[in-house]
């Protein structure tokens, strides 16, 4: 039992860890409070497809901090490699025309895979010392709202994992739900009607929501809107 690793769920607190960074010791959520944070983790320094994603991660870094959103970032590997490896990419590698690439969000050195562990990245299977490519949304109030798990071969979707950023505070601040594929200005869905006279009135709203049954409702909701409310430059 002691050798397996179990992840936390999606409405969980974040499990808390103090760990060493390429920028300083930090204590997780703590110091985070009241922010957005993308926490991420990787197989392996000096890697192809790990590179790609760091080079696209720091190139998102200030879209991100913006929508009030950190980054951080985690492999099993030491904090001397972390640095050589972000040093090669800034110096050497050039992706996508992206070059000249400077890593700032911090990379956490987890040697003993011990934040590994308590976020079920070392997968059975793949690798006893290679963590996936996780990715956890935590809130402003340290509980985790979204996880997405791509396997060793398979680089992110970063306009995906904005999208959800953005989805996710659209939802908390609006109060409604986002449908498939939604970006800002798309329609929005309303909470589904809890009784049968909130229904009727909702199916008899032609003005204020378009409603394709009683249960499924959408509205506008404009993109400015949206956005005014999440992005601060």
Known sequence: MENQTFMPRIGDQAPEFTAITTQGTINFPKDYAGKWVVFFSHPADFTPVCTSEFMTFAHMEKQFNEANCELL???VDGLYSHIAWLRTIKEKIEYKGMKDIEVKFPLIEDITMEVSKK???IMEGE???KAVRAVFF???KGTIRTILYYPLSVGRNFDEIYRTLIALQTADNFDI???ADWRPGDDVIVPTAGSCGVAKER???KEHLDCKDWFFCTK???KDE???AIIKK
């Open 177 to 179: 739900a986002c449908p």
């Open 119 to 121: 976020y079920g990245m």
């Open 226 to 228: 949206v956005l005014n």
């Open 220 to 222: 506008k909701l404009d």
């Open 127 to 129: 690798s006893s010392t």
């Open 73 to 75: 970032g985690l492999s």
């Open 138 to 140: 935590v809130d402003p």
């Open 203 to 205: 199916m008899e709203d």
